[in-house]
């Protein structure tokens, strides 16, 4: 059963970005340079070529070098569904070495637009499932027909951690103070 809903769930969000004008991509899984991201830890790869050569390779932590190059190239709306993997992960619950990531991209975009694609997105598929604007969630009744309300980071910060933002001067600070509050940093 969990087959059927994940093919539903992918191909409604082919259908969502398809509507909006993005084209889906493929880009490479196995890649000669690893990722930058400095707390992913990618896989290694080696294989050979036809004449018995050794290459070292990896595969992606996430699609976005090869996505960017496309909008670099031209491309002005694009997602893509990839494989990705991670080394240093744990299996089970809610980590695994190997996962599905949807990213998607617009040129000459700003946040407010992506934010908006996400409250589309998970209204067009929570309607497309579940056939309601909301869903429960713990227990909780949760609406998700846009605009959703928004709150910055540092309101966040205060109104649910009574966390004062501005007075954390460095990283060091803002560690110790949760460390205060009997938490882990």
Not at 6 to 32: A, H, W, Y
Not at 44 to 65: H, R
Request: proline share 4%.
């Amino acid at each position: 059963e969990i087959q059927f809903k994940r093919i539903k769930i992918n191909n409604l969000i082919r259908d969502f970005f398809s509507k909006k004008g993005f084209l889906e991509m493929q880009t490479p899984t196995l890649v000669k340079c690893a990722g930058q991201e400095p707390y992913l830890t990618p896989m290694e790869v080696k294989f050979k070529n036809e004449k018995n050569e050794e290459y070292k390779g990896f595969l992606i932590t996430s699609p976005e070098y090869s996505l960017k190059k496309l909008l670099a190239a031209g491309f002005e709306k694009i997602f893509e569904m990839a494989k990705v993997f991670r080394s240093n992960e744990s299996f089970g619950g809610t980590h695994n070495s190997e996962f599905t990531m949807l990213e998607w991209y617009r040129a000459n975009s700003n946040y407010q637009k992506i934010m908006k694609d996400v409250e589309q997105l998970v209204f067009f598929l929570n309607k497309n499932i579940n056939h309601s604007n909301s869903l429960i969630y713990q227990g909780q009744k949760i609406e998700l027909t846009p605009p959703w309300p928004k709150i910055t980071v540092k309101k966040a910060f205060s109104k649910y951690a009574n966390i004062n933002l501005d007075k954390m001067r460095d990283l060091k600070t803002f560690k110790q103070h949760i460390k205060n509050k009997g938490l882990q940093a």
